[in-house]
């Protein structure tokens, strides 16, 4: 099993629409996880962090995290098409440090 | 610094040589890691430090490949007689669980 697994994709959603990625970690001691948005050619971006159950918001995106089920998701809401890229979840077990585990990202495409 | 910088951005380089792929984190990053990343695939982790030590260097390659972190700031990958499968982008991420973690730009390695 893979430490961290993310929907396979590629994910093709119409402009507008809601956009579901979803990730699930094997280490249950894990601590805080990030998405992060890659564009081809670019380096990753940070564009969210969760530690605690539930949800969290910033602008149109929305991480959820449900450590019972060592599940997090993140929501794009109202998607464009510049959020075509490949979106990869992190995992890191420590509250201050430790080893960031990525998964392989999945790739969306938000067409017109 | 404003980010995370890497140099050289773009290394060529023959078979059997040796190179030097440097990471200068941004102020107060306590936790470096260093990932590989080859065309079209994920993110491989190599190697992280916590201030200068290095709790998890389990994926690092082969004993050609070394790295190091001084003053707990700038850290050099290096990688002894490159072969060709060693041609990648190589990325640093530096950063806190507690605020997420920034990448630099990456070095291009092409061994020819």
New interface residues.
């Given amino acids: 099993q893979k430490e961290v697994e993310q929907n396979s994709g590629p994910l093709s959603v119409p402009e507008g629409a809601i956009a579901s990625l979803n990730c699930t970690y094997s280490d249950r001691g894990s601590q805080s996880f990030f998405w992060y948005r890659q564009y081809s050619g670019k380096s990753p971006e940070l564009i969210m962090f969760i530690y605690s159950n539930g949800d969290k918001e910033d602008g149109r995106f929305t991480a959820q995290l449900n450590k019972a089920s060592q599940y997090v998701s993140l929501l794009i809401r109202d998607s464009q098409p510049s959020d075509s890229a490949t979106y990869l979840c992190a995992v890191i077990r420590g509250t201050s440090y430790g080893k960031l585990t990525f998964g392989q990202g999945t790739i969306l495409t938000v067409h017109p | 610094g404003a980010g995370v910088s890497q140099s050289p951005s773009n290394k060529v380089t023959e078979k059997g040589k040796d190179v030097e792929l440097r990471c200068d984190p941004i102020s107060g990053h ?2 470096l ?1 260093w ?1 590989r990343q080859s065309l079209g695939q ?2 491989e ?1 190599l190697i ?1 430090f ?1 201030g200068n030590s290095a ?2 260097k389990s994926g690092l390659p082969s004993d050609r490949f070394s790295a190091e972190r001084t003053g707990g700031s700038v850290s050099t990958l290096t990688i002894q007689r490159t072969q060709q499968e060693d041609s990648a982008v190589y ?1 640093c ?1 530096g950063g ?11 070095t291009r390695l092409t061994v020819v």
């Fill in positions: 306590t936790a890691y990932y994920g993110l982790f992280y916590q709790p998890d990325l991420a806190a669980s507690y605020y997420g973690y920034t990448f630099g730009s990456g």
